[in-house]
């Protein structure tokens, strides 16, 4: 199966209860660590939709999922929502809180087009540095007066949250200096493409589960990651 930068589990009519034709819809808006891929995710969001989805108390209930700005790596144009669609990457870490909350408002709006329901209700979760985008987008909604979408945040989860400065980690004491390189993240994504270039991704694949000794699946993210456009520097 092909890589998708988009990841949407949602009920299908057929499955949808007949009870209550104006089924309450809630959505769980996952936002991604660095890198920002969400096929690094695919087997979480699956396993987590199948234990909430449920036809009673006329829930219908949607896990969405996207790849940050910068980060794709599926073939054809970027979704209309997402930063890359109009601009050219790497995005700063305001700039992917502004596409990310840019893509929870085209969401929400689409939801609400299927079938006129609303407000739609929305837990928002975030690994990693997600989290801190997801405090930031919640302080964005409560700020904004209107955004064109009824959008009602009724809770937020931060899983393993990166809320504080990154720099006074002890990874980030380690990197700090590197950045301090004129160019060190341009420099280190064209030697990314150079060394990976004229690799087949299947062969890569294997390096990386060589190397790395992640699952097939997780190599596949990985070597995609490693050989998109501007992943590497994205990250970076």
């Known amino acids: 199966m092909p890589l998708s930068d988009e990841i949407y589990l949602r009920p299908t009519k057929q499955g949808t209860s007949t009870k209550n034709k104006t089924n309450q819809k809630l959505l769980l808006f996952f936002i991604t660590g660095n890198p920002g891929l969400i096929e690094y995710y695919r087997s979480f969001l699956t396993r987590l939709y199948d234990l909430i989805r449920t036809d009673e108390a006329g829930i219908a209930h949607h896990v969405y999922g996207a790849s940050l700005p910068g980060f794709e ?6 979704h209309p929502d997402s930063l890359s669609h109009t601009r050219t990457p790497p995005f700063t870490l ?3 809180v502004d596409g990310v909350f840019e893509r929870l408002v085209g969401t929400v709006k689409r ?54 400065d990154i720099a006074k980690s002890p990874t980030g004491k380690k990197a700090a200096p590197l950045f301090q390189i004129p160019y060190f993240a341009l420099i280190v994504h064209l030697i990314a493409k150079l060394l990976t270039t004229f690799i087949p991704l299947f062969a890569f694949v294997r390096l990386v589960q060589l190397v790395t000794g992640m699952p097939t699946d ?7 990651f490693v050989k998109s456009k501007y992943g590497v520097w994205q990250a970076l």
Request: glycine residues 14%.
């Open 218 to 224: 997780g190599a596949r993210t990985t070597a995609a």
């Open 111 to 164: 939801l609400e087009g299927e079938d006129g329901s609303g407000p739609i209700q929305v837990v928002l979760i975030g690994h990693s540095v997600g989290a801190f985008m997801l405090l930031e987008v919640i302080a964005r909604w409560q700020d904004a007066s209107s955004f064109g979408a009824r959008l009602d945040i009724v809770g937020g989860i931060c899983l393993f949250p990166t809320v504080v």
């Open 73 to 78: 790596v599926s073939d054809g144009s970027p």
């Open 94 to 96: 305001q700039e992917q």
